[in-house]
């Protein structure tokens, strides 16, 4: 059976997650609140994030940089893109 969340970035319900993406708090909160849909959204921002901007995932900066990112992304603010990059046209 499908577990439901109501799902803080669309605001709606719907499938939830399987486990939590990691340990503690915050991957609790993601998920109790977000959806599969929306977290795997957040997988494709997030390495189109690093790959573009060239970012060096060992670096704390850079893992603080995501950490914001990830909380604005699931709750449906607006979150940094990647410079000159473009969905293709069949996308």
């Known amino acids: 059976m499908t577990r439901l969340v109501f799902c803080q970035k669309y605001q709606t319900e719907l ?13 609790q909160r993601i998920f109790e609140q977000i ?15 690093i790959n573009e ?15 914001e990112q990830r909380q604005k992304f699931l709750s449906g603010q607006t979150v940094e ?7 293709p046209a069949n996308a």
């Open 15 to 27: 499938e939830g997650l399987e486990f939590a993406p990691f340990p503690g708090s915050e991957g």
């Open 35 to 49: 959806s599969k849909q929306a977290w795997q959204e957040w997988l494709k921002h997030q390495t189109l994030l």
């Open 53 to 67: 901007k060239r970012l060096n995932v060992m670096e704390p900066a850079t893992k603080q940089f995501l950490a």
């Open 81 to 87: 893109q990647a410079e000159g990059w473009t969905p």
